[in-house]
């Protein structure tokens, strides 16, 4: 269903709701006001006559308010404490018992006399300090006309379809810009350049306009980072493959002696292995990165995981005649994934060594909240421009050195709230900063 026709069953729905609500409180005001009206009349008629009564009275109350019915319709009473002095009111007793207070202000009551609902009030003659009770009769007093419910059902439709164009074209800016953000999304591409949006009046709209031209910049940049990945690995799974072919094609044809053939089997299997290490590496950064993928949280004991890491590197570090060096004996407990912190470690001291001259140190330092854990070497340093680069996929060092090891580390590292940053070490070496949340 339209977006157009979503607003107008939902603006229709309350419209109706507006509608009956409009017409019950009207109703309810329109009595209400000619109600106070009632009382207020009845009260200034009534002390009128009252009035007329104390002035024009000659001795005889039956003549009087017997001229007065004939002209006003109204029924008077006249008492001297329970007597009845003079009434125009034949043949029933009046019962004041069944009346009721229907106004406070004004002291008007209402009574049934002979099945007729009348109003009256009470006042004091002062002649002779007798009661009049005035009584005006329902129809006489409480008939609203219906020009006045037509009047207002008039005014009432009249809003409603006011307030129905108001909300039309209300709906038409809406759909207007919302039009215009469907086609831009649809044109959305990784391969084309992004497109300027327009600039909405709303917010809102302008906002997720933004949003929009966003997730265009970071698709254009997820484009231009796979052409990068599939470049950098073809270039990276290329030298490998040259080799193992260029032997293998030696060793098939015969074209080596026994010593070239020997180190041409070397070599394949050096340049297999590391195939099957980048391999590897893809595999586990695909199963690293995805949502699928859930860590083994636990709480461990990160000096345990350091160390489990430098054992698996110590042969490593000894083939290059580099000396590890870490002294811990406390425990430090965090919450994480024991085997994926040690494979990020790995990677980071494998780093280390292939580029240190003698030494790397890996100190713990407890830092508000955090444990920072120091990688420092004494090789050739990193440059302060390639130092946010490192990070990337299959970034070619100084050396010529490329891989995803540390991009592997740092996606681990990151997965576990940590995080890790390039500085200068104090032999003027490399600085990993490792940092990960305390437990307690």
Not at 65 to 78: G, H, L, P, Q, R
Not at 142 to 154: C, E, G, Q
Not at 259 to 265: S, V
């Amino acid at each position: 269903m339209k977006i157009r026709n979503k607003l107008i069953i939902y603006f229709g729905i309350l419209l109706f709701i507006f509608f009956a609500l409009s017409a019950i409180i009207t109703s309810y005001f329109i009595r209400f006001t000619f109600n106070r009206l009632l009382y207020d009349n009845v009260y200034t008629l009534n002390t009128s006559l009252v009035n007329y009564l104390n002035a024009n009275y000659s001795g005889n109350y039956d003549s009087i308010i017997s001229d007065i019915n004939d002209i006003t319709d109204v029924e008077i009473a006249v008492f001297n404490n329970q007597n009845l002095v003079a009434s125009t009111i034949e043949g029933e007793v009046i019962d004041f018992n069944g009346a009721i207070l229907v106004n406070e202000r004004y002291r008007v009551w209402r009574i049934r006399i002979h099945d007729q609902a009348y109003y009256y009030t009470e006042n004091i003659l002062i002649a002779d300090g007798y009661k009049v009770f005035i009584f005006r009769s329902e129809s006489l007093t409480v008939n609203i006309p219906d020009s006045v419910y037509f009047t207002s059902l008039i005014g009432i439709i009249f809003f409603v379809m006011t307030v129905s164009m108001i909300i039309f074209f209300a709906s038409q800016s809406f759909i207007k810009p919302i039009n215009i953000l469907r086609d831009y999304a649809n044109s959305i591409s990784p391969e084309s350049p992004r497109k300027k949006i327009p600039v909405f009046s709303i917010r809102e709209f302008k906002d997720l306009g933004k949003s929009l031209e966003s997730t265009w910049e970071r698709l254009n940049l997820y484009r231009d980072y796979q052409r990068d990945f599939l470049h950098n690995f073809s270039h990276e799974m290329k030298t490998p493959l040259t080799n193992i072919y260029g032997y293998a094609e030696g060793v098939y044809y015969g074209v080596l002696n026994e010593n070239e053939t020997k180190k041409g089997l070397e070599i394949i299997l050096k340049e297999s292995e590391k195939l099957k290490n980048s391999i590897n590496q893809i595999l586990l950064m695909g199963r690293i990165e995805s949502d699928e993928h859930q860590l083994a949280y636990s709480k461990i004991n990160l000096v345990d995981v350091i160390g489990d890491a430098l054992n698996s590197v110590q042969i490593e570090a000894h083939n290059n005649n580099i000396f590890l060096e870490f002294e811990q004996d406390r425990e430090l407990m965090i919450l994480g994934d024991a085997d994926k912190l040690e494979i990020a470690l790995i990677n980071i001291f494998s780093n280390g060594i292939r580029y240190a001259k003698t030494r790397i140190t890996i100190k713990i330092i407890e830092n508000q909240g955090y444990y920072d854990i120091t990688i420092d070497d004494d090789g050739i340093g990193i440059p302060l421009e390639d130092r946010n680069k490192i990070f990337e996929r299959f970034f070619i060092g100084t050396m010529g050195n490329t891989g995803l090891g540390l991009t592997i580390a740092k996606t681990i590292i990151n997965r576990h709230n940590g995080s890790i940053v390039v500085d200068e070490s104090p032999t003027s070496g490399a600085r990993f900063i490792v940092s990960f949340p305390t437990i307690k």
